[in-house]
């Protein structure tokens, strides 16, 4: 086993992360007063050692019992007993999980044992990988490393810590593939079999999904996850609809970059790397980079024209939904992103085509409630940069048509929602009964309003009033 000091630096590190809580100096101060050893474990030691910001805190308590340690804990609050049975407990109003040591048996509900006289090495071992196989004492801060995960870490290499134990939770197999787009590192050659040969059918789609998010808002190039996907032959199991874009082909006088998987995988990345109002705009743009050009899979063709492919936007908005059911059972991912993707290519051919402030609002209004003209223009922009012919990493120019794009939707007062109608129900109650007819004469308002630019209440009202006698 590897036992060493900490470089100062990290003592620091994890002094500065405990110190925001002085509770957490207190509890370890009491766990080493009853002769136990409090340990920091998971990722928060591979993000310390990686450089990357730590967010959650594990500690893992030897020596003492779990009854002991809950004792602790109560002199400092609350303690929630929801994890007792499996070795960890909580303090409210505190975001760590306390634990000892435990092994778990395998299948779907396995038998956990608890053991605070477990040995670091039997403890860590039920980890999945060597990387999260790390602790840190939060009083000698020794680091412990069994299974030589700062080795790992340092050479970028992603490894199984027990080649047994990583197959009985399939999804270990998805938390490598967000590992590789977050830390652009590379599984062994066990692992890769391992990944490649595993059962994935007990896992839920809410805990994929949840892997997925990782992958999306926490990495660089999040196509290297979806890349390593398709090297170890499970692409076109998982994700077919992506599957199906390998090997289609494109002109290269617009995407010399090569086929469309290779645009996708682009575009994804390029995405990643753009500014945002909060998370959930930034996964759907996401998204629909990843799954913008499905629809060319089954729309390809090679003529006289060269290689095209009409309606690939249509056809993808079907695809994209297959595509994110086998990822979400959120309704407003299913209802955006599909929608992004049908009407991603309007930013381009809006402004060669010198479109009028209405098409503009028209636009906006197919893509409510929840998708808006920047966040198309953000996809549009993804899609552009996703062309490098010279390695797998997006350019990152700027593009005057998508930059016309945004100017025309802000002076058309519609980037980030559509325009209000003017008209409403309420304004007609007197001259229609609630019901259908009023709902199409407010809609035919709308129209109006879109087209002719009329914002006059009372215009609107006489309009529609009076051809509707």
């Known amino acids: 086993m590897q036992f060493s000091n900490s470089k100062p630096n990290l003592q620091k590190s994890v002094q500065e992360i405990i110190a925001k809580e002085p509770k957490i100096s207190a509890i370890v101060q009491k766990i080493v007063e009853n002769k136990g050893r409090a340990l920091l474990v998971g990722g928060a030691v591979r993000d310390l050692y990686l450089g990357v910001p730590v967010k959650d805190l594990d500690i893992e308590v030897y020596g003492i019992s779990l009854s002991q340690l809950e004792h602790i804990l109560r002199n400092f609050g609350v303690v929630s007993a929801v994890g007792k049975s499996f070795g960890v407990l909580r303090l409210h109003h505190l975001d760590i999980d306390w634990s000892l040591p435990r092994a778990d048996s395998s299948g779907r509900r396995p038998q956990v044992v608890v053991d605070e006289h477990m040995s670091f090495e039997q403890a860590f071992k039920r980890r999945d990988l060597t990387m999260?196989?790390?602790?840190?004492?939060?009083?000698?801060?020794?680091?412990?490393?069994?299974?030589?995960?700062?080795?790992?870490?340092?050479?970028?290499?992603?490894?199984?810590?027990?080649?047994?134990?990583?197959?009985?939770?399939?999804?270990?197999?998805?938390?490598?593939?967000?590992?590789?787009?977050?830390?652009?590192?590379?599984?062994?050659?066990?692992?890769?079999?391992?990944?490649?040969?595993?059962?994935?059918?007990?896992?839920?789609?809410?805990?994929?999904?949840?892997?997925?998010?990782?992958?999306?808002?926490?990495?660089?190039?999040?196509?290297?996850?979806?890349?390593?996907?398709?090297?170890?032959?499970r692409l076109a199991e998982l994700l077919a609809e992506l599957a199906a874009t390998v090997g289609v082909p494109q002109d290269a006088r617009w995407h010399p970059e090569g086929d469309v998987f290779e645009h996708s995988m682009q575009a994804l990345d390029a995405a990643a790397?753009?500014?945002?109002?909060?998370?959930?705009?930034?996964?759907?743009?996401?998204?629909?980079?990843?799954?913008?050009?499905?629809?060319?899979?089954?729309?390809?063709?090679?003529?006289?024209?060269?290689?095209?492919?009409?309606?690939?936007?249509?056809?993808?908005?079907?695809?994209?939904?297959?595509?994110?059911?086998?990822?979400?059972?959120?309704?407003?991912?299913?209802?955006?992103?599909?929608?992004?993707?049908?009407?991603?290519?309007?930013?381009?051919?809006?402004?060669?085509?010198?479109?009028?402030?209405?098409?503009?609002?028209?636009?906006?209004?197919?893509?409510?409630?929840?998708?808006?003209?920047?966040?198309?223009?953000?996809?549009?922009?993804?899609?552009?940069?996703?062309?490098?012919?010279?390695?797998?990493?997006?350019?990152t120019i700027q593009d005057q048509e998508i930059e016309a794009f945004v100017r025309a939707a802000h002076d058309a007062q519609v980037e980030h929602r559509p325009e209000e109608p003017v008209l409403k129900g309420r304004d007609l109650l007197g001259h229609v009964e609630p019901g259908p007819r009023m709902g199409a004469l407010l809609q035919e308002a709308y129209e109006i309003q879109l087209e002719e630019g009329i914002i006059d209440k009372d215009v609107l009202k006489q309009r529609v009033v009076g051809l509707k006698k």
């Open 132 to 233: 999260n196989a790390m602790g840190i004492d939060l009083t000698t801060y020794e680091l412990i490393d069994p299974y030589h995960g700062l080795r790992d870490v340092r050479d970028k290499k992603l490894r199984a810590t027990d080649l047994r134990l990583f197959v009985e939770d399939p999804l270990r197999f998805y938390r490598v593939m967000q590992f590789i787009g977050r830390f652009e590192m590379t599984p062994d050659v066990e692992l890769n079999h391992l990944c490649s040969t595993m059962d994935l059918s007990g896992v839920s789609l809410e805990r994929i999904e949840g892997e997925f998010e990782k992958l999306l808002l926490k990495s660089r190039r999040p196509s290297l996850g979806l890349r390593w996907m398709k090297s170890i032959g």
């Open 273 to 395: 790397m753009l500014d945002y109002d909060n998370k959930e705009q930034k996964i759907m743009v996401m998204m629909a980079a990843l799954c913008h050009d499905c629809g060319k899979a089954t729309t390809t063709q090679i003529g006289h024209e060269g290689i095209t492919c009409y309606g690939h936007d249509v056809e993808g908005e079907k695809l994209c939904l297959s595509f994110l059911k086998r990822i979400t059972r959120k309704n407003t991912m299913l209802e955006t992103v599909p929608k992004l993707v049908r009407y991603h290519m309007q930013p381009v051919h809006f402004v060669r085509g010198n479109a009028k402030p209405s098409a503009y609002k028209r636009l906006a209004r197919k893509l409510a409630p929840h998708a808006t003209l920047t966040m198309l223009a953000l996809l549009a922009l993804a899609d552009a940069r996703g062309c490098n012919a010279q390695g797998h990493e997006p350019l």
